[in-house]
């Protein structure tokens, strides 16, 4: 069955890019949605936005200034780059696949990014 | 943006007991309303979605209810695997928003 991986530094100072990469095995990249997802610590789940496997983008008005999601389907691969980060990024960021009538029916497992100098 | 409550935020429950969920948003949603089980340290796993469609693999104790505005998710004969944190996630209106969560504890 599909499955999802996110991968990328840990660790991203004040002000520069957060730049992860989710890679999908075992699945196909279309018809679907890729959306990112992040959950601060202790806190909530709040959407960033998604590409569709074709190019089309959707992002959250209250991220869209700083967000940019692309898509290879050659590799597999959806990329997020999330600019001028501060410390109020640090979160677990998911990768989440999203069937229209299915909302988010297969996630990665997440990775933790701090913001920190 | 769709605002979306839930109550209560902490559910303190027995085994086998029947548990209950509420979750209310600030615009109808139609019928595009999904929940989620997170435990701590793993993803959010999808349970229901479009209001009361069981996913594959989810036990039948889990259902899901509601319409326009207010919905419920009911547990009932609760298991040791259930306790979690419970998000409801409204995919009607962009931006995708999700409630604060119900996190359902072991009395």
């Known amino acids: 069955q599909v499955q999802l991986q996110e991968s990328g530094p840990g660790l991203v100072k004040p002000s520069e890019t957060l730049s992860l990469t989710c890679t999908v095995s075992g699945g196909s990249m279309s018809p679907y949605y890729w959306n990112w997802i992040r959950q601060p610590p202790g806190k909530g789940l709040e959407w960033i936005g998604f590409i569709y496997y074709a190019g089309t983008t959707n992002y959250n008005p209250s991220l869209k200034s700083r967000v940019k999601i692309s898509v290879d389907t050659s590799k597999k691969q959806v990329s997020l780059r999330l600019s001028s980060v501060t410390a109020a990024d640090t979160a677990v960021y998911y990768c989440?696949?999203?069937?229209?009538?299915?909302?988010?029916?297969?996630w990665g497992p997440g990775t933790r990014v701090t913001v920190s100098s | 943006d769709i605002q979306l409550t839930q109550s209560p935020s902490t559910l303190s429950a027995s085994l086998g007991d029947t548990v209950t969920t509420t979750c209310r948003a600030s615009e109808s949603v139609s019928g595009w309303l999904a929940w989620y089980q997170q435990k701590p340290g793993k993803a959010p796993k999808l349970v229901i979605s479009q209001i009361s469609s069981l996913r594959s693999g989810v036990p039948s104790r889990f259902s899901g209810s509601g319409s326009g505005t207010e919905f419920t998710l009911t547990i009932t004969n609760l298991q040791p695997d259930d306790f979690a944190t419970y998000y409801c996630q409204q995919y009607n209106i962009y931006p995708w928003t999700f409630g604060p969560g119900t996190r359902v504890e072991i009395k």
């Open positions: 989440a696949r999203e069937k229209v009538t299915d909302a988010f029916d297969v």
